[in-house]
C-alpha cells in the first residue's frame, strides 16, 4: 500500500513558477513509476507528465507542457517533483500524483495503470 500526499499548490499569475511536491509513504517507491495528472473544471482528468521508475531516467510530458515542466524524483526523499514554469492561465486545475508498479523503466502515461493516487492540490493560474 502507498500513500501519496501532494503539495504547494496555490494562486499565482502567470508567467510565475511553481513547485509541486508529493511525497509517498513506504520503502518501495523506487520501485514506482510516478506520475502527475490534473483536472480542469468541467474536463476529464488529464496525464500531464510521467517519470520511469527506478531512477527517473525517462519522463514525458503532454505537448502543452513541454518546454514549460518538469518532472523529476528523490527516491531518497521518497518525493517526486513538478516544476512548473511560464504558467499559463490554462494550467490551472487540481494536479494529481499518482504511482503505478512498473518494471523495466518505462514512463506510464494511462491512468488505469496507476493504483495509488494522492487526493490532489489545486493551482489556480491568473492572467
Known amino acids: 500500500q502507498v500513500q501519496l500526499v501532494e503539495s504547494g499548490g496555490g494562486l499565482a499569475q502567470a508567467g510565475d513558477s511553481l513547485r509541486l511536491s508529493c511525497e509517498a509513504s513506504?520503502?518501495?517507491?523506487?520501485?514506482?513509476?510516478m506520475g502527475w495528472f490534473r483536472q480542469a473544471p468541467g474536463k476529464e482528468r488529464e496525464f500531464v507528465s510521467g517519470?520511469?521508475?527506478?531512477?527517473?531516467?525517462?519522463?514525458s510530458y503532454v505537448d502543452s507542457v513541454k518546454g514549460r515542466f518538469t518532472i523529476f524524483r528523490d527516491n531518497v526523499k521518497n518525493t517526486v517533483y513538478l516544476q512548473m514554469n511560464s504558467r499559463k492561465p490554462e494550467d490551472t486545475a487540481v494536479y494529481y500524483c499518482?504511482?503505478?508498479?512498473?518494471?523495466?523503466?518505462?514512463?506510464?502515461?494511462?491512468?488505469?495503470?496507476?493504483?495509488?493516487w494522492g487526493q490532489g492540490t489545486q493551482v489556480t493560474v491568473s492572467s
Open positions: 499518482a504511482a503505478a508498479r512498473a518494471v523495466g523503466g518505462e514512463v506510464i502515461t494511462r491512468q488505469r495503470l496507476y493504483s495509488y
Open positions: 513506504g520503502r518501495t517507491f523506487s520501485s514506482y513509476a
Open positions: 517519470i520511469s521508475q527506478p531512477s527517473g531516467s525517462r519522463t
